[in-house]
């Protein structure tokens, strides 16, 4: 049984395991609830005033839908550009999970700071818990991350990381189905206000997400591994950024999964952050059918995060993701064509097969291409910075589009550029694992 106060790990220690998955039961919830499900359409239909869907943020005027996809972005943007660092700095320090307990903690707060987001005149305090939420949720996920190659052996990855997944799927679906529930019948507990049921929604997010991390932070080791401290810790965290640094450069199988993944992850993620609002926006969903299916979705996320991880296992990681990408083109396409409900339901019966296995399968194939090191975080402090830094510019992009032309149809052509982009460096990456393939399981078969 693996000692949480030791910094020496035991590989494959099912309690160390079941902690680790129990985070993705936590945090999903925020991915779910709040900017998948039941946010984005109380935030679309609380900000519109009179039939308009203009308004004033810091004095100027926006797309109700074109600030929110802009200041997920700049959350987005502020974890890319502190997790490196960070990270570097709780490698030297040796205390991943303090950090990774403070992002929690932080992104809780602003999930229960949205219960007091009740109208359009409060938009200021519904987009800075927002921003709050996200920049919680994304730093602890750097270090969440970082565990992975250092509790599993190699043969393991792709099947916990794939665990994971399925657990936060299936925890957030739970908590999406009670607040629901909540929703749906308001009035039999006397409920007159009809922002109070989603508000409690919020509230019950986070915490959940708070009491259930701590059945993680109470089993995860201290660290990831053990290492003398010399000198200050803001130096030496920049000295061990610097290293890792140093080190991608230099992988060149490394750097081109990295441009592949920040194409191809910049529109899966922003297609998870926009989808709701888009089928509010664009096909007149309300908010139950939204719910709906989001549900179904997420049902067919955790049979997809395994499916991929089987694929991967029979044809290899960069096979696996190729055929990932190129269904996500297909979505693409046809997401352009969405004109009724039933169009948006099919779209979402194909996203659902991929949108796990995509993920799951990502954060797999990076943890065996990364060297043993005892920089695990400051590594995936990178793969966090890559895949915030893609988010930021995919939902500013589509923000921006949004406002220009008053339609999120128009952003979809920029979701396709990106796939395409993507694919070219993963079948680039594909090659160069077929002449050199420097990790097992990565570029062909195990």
Known sequence: MQDPTT???????????????????????????????????????????????????????????????????????IVALISPFVSSVADYMGN??????????????GCIGLFFFDSAQMIHLGLAATLVATVGYAGSIVFYNSYLPAIVTEDQLDKTSAR???????????????????????????????????RLAFLLT??????????????LPRSIYSKKQHGHPLLNGYHELQKVWYSLRENRQLKTFLSSFFFYIMGVQTVMFMASSFGEKEVGLGMTQLIVTILLLQFLGIGGAYLFAWVSKKIGNFQALTIAIIAWIGICLGAFFIKTPMHFYVAAFFIGLVMGGIQALSRSTYSKLIPQTENNAGYFGFYDATEKLAMMFGLVMWGYLDDLTGSMRNSIFALFVWFVVGLGFMLWAMKNASKAPIVKGVGSAN
């Not at 129990?22 to 935030?43: E, G, K, R």
């Not at 915490?207 to 089993?219: A, E, N, P, Q």
């Open 206 to 219: 986070g915490l959940w997400w708070l009491g259930f991390s701590h059945i993680t932070f109470s089993r």
């Open 7 to 77: 910094t020496t790990i035991v590989k494959n220690d099912q309690r160390t395991v079941r902690a680790w998955v129990m985070y993705d039961w936590a945090n999903s919830v925020y991915v779910l609830s709040i900017t998948s499900a039941i946010f984005p359409a109380y935030y679309n239909s609380v900000t519109k005033v009179n039939g308009s869907t203009i308004v004033e943020v810091l004095g100027m005027k926006f797309q109700n839908t074109g600030v929110y996809s802009i200041n997920l972005g700049l959350a987005f943007g």
């Open 96 to 109: 991943h999970r303090a950090f990774m307990r403070f992002f929690c903690y932080l992104g809780a707060l």
């Open 164 to 198: 994971g997944f399925s657990m936060g799927y299936f925890g957030s679906t739970l908590l999406l189905m009670a607040s629901l529930a909540l929703i749906l019948n308001k009035d039999r507990f006397g409920v007159t206000d009809g922002t109070f049921m989603p």
